[in-house]
């Protein structure tokens, strides 16, 4: 142990931030993992593929910043419940079309409404202003904005 170590690991940011993330998910890790069997890596792709319809694995990872390892499992457990297909790329036959199946639209559906109503909770105890401002702040950590 260090003597008279001011540094407040409470207060540290990063570790701030990850505990925010860990708690904020809790819930609604339990019901994607409930409903549907997945992780959280496999309600990402869906996710993307609900909002932005058909995309290449590629595509998903750099959007998402998700390594390409993460995504091809998620993708082989997606396509094994049936909720998305894959689609060699004509053009590069390394690459594969992904695209949702009617199942993977109705548990996106069901997830986005989920997915909705958690955040307006997680945003409850906050005033508008707040709300807007905590979205900007992150986005800018996130390096997003």
Do not use: C
């Amino acid at each position: 142990m260090v003597e008279n170590d001011e540094f407040d690991l409470q207060d540290f940011l990063p570790y701030l931030l990850n505990q925010a993330a860990e708690e904020s998910s809790l819930a609604f890790q339990k019901i994607y993992k409930d409903r549907y069997g997945m992780l959280r890596t496999d309600w990402r792709v869906l996710f993307h593929l609900g909002i932005y319809g058909e995309m290449t694995a590629k595509e998903i990872g750099l959007r998402a910043s998700i390594h390409k390892t993460k995504i091809s499992r998620s993708v082989q457990r997606l396509a094994e419940k049936r909720f998305l297909q894959r689609t060699r790329d004509a053009a590069d036959r390394r690459s594969e079309k992904l695209v949702l199946t009617a199942a993977g639209e109705a548990a996106y559906r069901d997830l986005r409404s989920v997915a909705q109503e958690y955040d307006a909770q997680l945003l409850a105890s906050f005033s508008e202003e707040d709300a807007v401002a905590l979205r900007r702040m992150l986005r800018r950590l996130a390096k997003r904005a």
